[in-house]
């Protein structure tokens, strides 16, 4: 598996896997969709966030990372967002980029307590729950990992 920059060519195919309903189960403020709001939002992340498209073999596109400075749970930090081609879940992609993906600097994860997948996937690649561990209403959890450390 290869980490390479998001380009513009990958709008579309990221559109596609962030409209998946099971993607928009556990996305905070996600909601329904359109093309025109995703191209909006993906201009500007293009230009904001560090994105990387996860290739396997003959450069089969089969996840992204993101990783954007921002304040989430009253903690400012690299906040992680991971997202897999919804035809290629349950495959061990997700664990993977997240074991690959370096960065010298701590990273933060806010994750859906239900979102079984994505709790394992982040704490094979060496992640923790964090000390302010809940949202208010429990709904959501909060990892950390200061660096790769698998
Ligand atoms: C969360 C997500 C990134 C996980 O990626 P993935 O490639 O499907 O995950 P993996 O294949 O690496 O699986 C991770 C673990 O979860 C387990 N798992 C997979 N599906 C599961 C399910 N439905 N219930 C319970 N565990 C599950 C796997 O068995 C694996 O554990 P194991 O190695 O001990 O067997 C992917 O499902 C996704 O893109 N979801 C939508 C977006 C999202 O929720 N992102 C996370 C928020 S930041």
Not at 16 to 23: F, G
Not at 64 to 85: C, F, N, P, T
Request: aromatic share 12%; net charge positive; proline share 5%.
């Amino acid at each position: 598996m290869i980490l390479r920059p998001v380009t513009a060519y990958d709008a579309v195919a990221i559109y596609c896997w962030r409209a998946h309903p099971e993607t928009q189960r556990f996305t905070p403020d996600l909601g329904r969709v359109t093309i025109n709001e995703h191209l909006e939002w993906f201009v500007k992340r293009l230009q904001r966030s560090l994105w990387y498209m996860a290739e396997c073999g003959d450069a089969c596109a089969v996840g992204v990372i993101r990783v954007d400075q921002r304040v989430a749970a009253a903690r400012e930090g690299l906040w992680v967002s991971l997202l897999v081609d919804p035809t290629k879940r349950g495959c061990g992609y997700g664990t993977q980029i997240l074991q690959k993906y370096y960065h010298e600097q701590p990273l933060l994860a806010q994750i859906h307590r239900l979102n079984a997948p994505s709790l394992r996937a982040f704490e094979k690649a060496g992640f923790h729950l964090a000390p302010f561990a809940a949202s208010r209403d429990g709904a959501w959890l909060y990892y950390d990992r200061e660096r790769n450390v698998v």
